[in-house]
């Protein structure tokens, strides 16, 4: 897989349409922030006038992409109801306003299931079916939007497989399938894999976006959360493993800042971000950017495979191979357990794990932060990599914990003779 398919595959969500959020009254910040961030996408729905020179804005300067949601709606409350007629305005907003080179896709009403969750509306599912039919419908019928994807409509809490059913198949009204993924206490990898069949009950064959996912530090909120000291091993192992699941083609972190000010960390909606209400980037923030500039590449059509095995203690361990443009290869290496319940950490033990090449490597670094040269530490920052170099290597030993570790493995340009290389091992932890 190529280190261009990670990154391609990770955007955040924003809400630069809400005016009296941190997001619009210090866009400055924020902007230089997306920038420094690293991702492509940003997810966020269609706004007025002024949000829109906002997507404008983020588009002509950083160059991310914009998944759209349109989401007509009259009344408020109970007396909620989608608009198809309200379509083709926010269509036209869309076009016009941000403009067809920022789109990445067209996304259906966000979330709208909640109108049977909290006010008992059963018709919800009926009217959804019918708006996003003619979304669709009007999406492929403009000569400037019909190349852009259509994504089904999210649902708020996924793993109620009964609206799911209640919205059924919704083959030829998307063309890709859409699941809000909050793990809580797990990690995602181990969440998205009981989402995904409630997920194909609409969306049967299409790729899956998870156009939000993520975790929140409310810790009096009386919901489940994590600390920040378990979502920084989270962030980088979802990361890894978004378009490794064979079913989630693209997945967008909520969110991007805390929209709301609640320093008594009472209310889960506003301490999901990556960045405070205050805008000091969060350690959170240094995960995935770190994450996306190591990786950070073009596209590279045919990337090639590398002759490894694994040996030792491999319970729960997982590994995701990535190839660059240069020739590189980017092995990411993680134990996948649970690391928050209840709140309490776990700590789980580490375990000796062997690589062993099957072909001739010239290098071995890696490129996580914060690097000795047997340690990784717990901690995401902003220092530079140690880099760590053996001449013909044919293995490595490592320590395998529950949060991520990087290693570039750089192959030999030419075969070696045929004696066997002498063997390097080192030892690292992953933290």
């Given amino acids: 897989m190529s280190a261009f398919q990670l990154v391609n595959a990770v955007g955040v969500s924003t809400h630069f349409t ?8 210090k866009f400055t910040q924020a902007k230089a922030a997306l920038a420094e961030l690293g991702v492509r996408h940003i997810r966020d729905a269609v706004g007025n006038t002024s949000a829109n020179a906002v997507f404008r804005n983020l588009g002509s300067s950083l160059g ?4 759209a949601v349109v989401d007509a709606r009259t009344g408020s409350g109970a007396k909620t109801r989608l608009s198809n007629g309200g379509i083709p305005a926010v269509l036209n907003r869309a076009k016009t306003q941000i403009g067809r080179g920022m789109l990445s896709a067209i996304e259906g009403p966000n979330e709208y299931n909640q109108m049977q969750r909290d006010y008992g509306y059963a018709g919800w599912a009926q009217e959804l079916r019918s708006y996003q039919a ?8 403009d000569p400037t939007l019909k190349s ?8 708020a809490d996924p793993m109620q497989a009964s609206y799911y059913r209640q919205l059924g198949n919704l083959t030829g009204s998307i063309d890709r399938g859409n699941a809000h993924v909050y793990p809580n206490w797990l990690s995602w990898d181990q969440k ?3 989402v995904i069949p409630y997920a194909r009950i609409s969306a049967p064959t299409q790729p899956i976006w998870t156009t939000e996912t993520g975790w929140h530090m409310a ?6 959360w994590v600390p920040e000291s378990v979502l920084i091993k989270y962030l980088p192992r979802a990361m890894a493993t978004f378009v490794s699941t064979g079913a989630v083609e693209r997945a967008y972190i909520y969110q991007f800042i805390d929209s709301e000010n609640n320093p008594a960390k009472t209310k889960t909606t506003a301490h999901f971000g990556l960045m405070s209400y205050s805008m000091q980037r969060k350690q959170s923030f240094y995960a995935v950017r770190n994450t996306m500039h190591i990786m950070c590449d073009n596209a590279l059509p045919n990337p090639q495979s590398l002759r490894y095995s694994l040996s030792g203690n491999l319970s729960n361990v997982r590994t995701q191979l990535y190839q660059k443009r ?3 290869f980017y092995l990411i290496a993680w134990l996948e357990k649970q690391s928050f319940t209840k709140n309490k950490v776990i700590n789980n033990a580490p375990q000796a794990v062997k690589i062993s090449f099957e072909q001739a490597i ?5 490129t996580g932060r914060r690097m000795r040269p047997a340690v990784l530490s717990d901690r995401t920052s902003r220092s530079k990599p140690m880099p760590s170099r053996q001449r013909s290597i044919s293995a490595l030993a490592m320590r395998s914990q529950s949060s991520r570790l990087s290693q570039k493995v750089s192959p030999c340009r030419t075969l070696p003779p045929a004696a066997p290389s002498p063997q390097a091992e080192r030892g690292f932890t992953l933290a």
Avoid: D, H, M
């Fill in 18 to 25: 809400w005016g009296p959020s941190p997001y619009r009254t």
């Fill in 64 to 67: 991310v992409k914009l998944c």
């Fill in 134 to 141: 003619e979304l669709r419908r009007r999406v492929k019928a």
């Fill in 148 to 155: 852009l994807p259509v994504v089904a409509p999210s649902l």
């Fill in 192 to 194: 998205i894999k009981n």
């Fill in 219 to 224: 810790f009096n909120s009386g919901a489940q």
């Fill in 326 to 328: 240069n020739g590189a």
């Fill in 362 to 366: 010239s290098q071995v670094r890696p």
